[in-house]
């Protein structure tokens, strides 16, 4: 949640498309994070809150609509801005490459063990 920790924060986002995350099923309980991938020895792990997941699918990167990159927390982003984004910040990816899509719930503090995002 790096690149995208204000629109978590405000809860405009709702949808993450991620490269891999396979076995991620609906009703995982997630922990949003700043960053856990590529942390330095010694940077703390800020969490930021907890989700469940609704749905988890595998698509084309290109086949994002325009309510897509809404719920992805980039109303000012059209498709193929949206796409060439996320080709930028992740290594190896094209239009063409097929993605996770996991939609979630924000779910208020319960204190749960939860896994890392």
């Not at 988890?56 to 990167?61: A, D, K, N, P, Q």
């Not at 897509?68 to 996320?86: K, S, T, Y």
Request: hydrophobic share 35%; with cysteine.
């Amino acid at each position: 949640m790096a690149l995208t920790e204000p629109q978590v924060r405000a809860r405009s986002k709702t949808v993450t498309r991620r490269m891999g995350w396979h076995v991620l099923k609906p009703g995982d309980r997630l922990t949003l994070c700043r960053k856990v991938m590529g942390r330095r020895r010694g940077e703390p792990l800020v969490r930021i809150v907890d989700v469940q997941v609704l749905t988890v699918g595998r698509e084309r990167l290109d086949e994002i609509t325009p309510d897509e990159v809404l719920a992805e927390g980039f109303p000012d982003m059209n498709p193929a801005q949206f796409v060439r984004f996320f080709c930028d910040s992740h290594k190896g990816c094209t239009p063409e490459s097929t993605v996770t899509r996991i939609e979630w719930r924000y779910l208020e503090p319960e204190g749960e063990q939860t896994t890392l995002l």
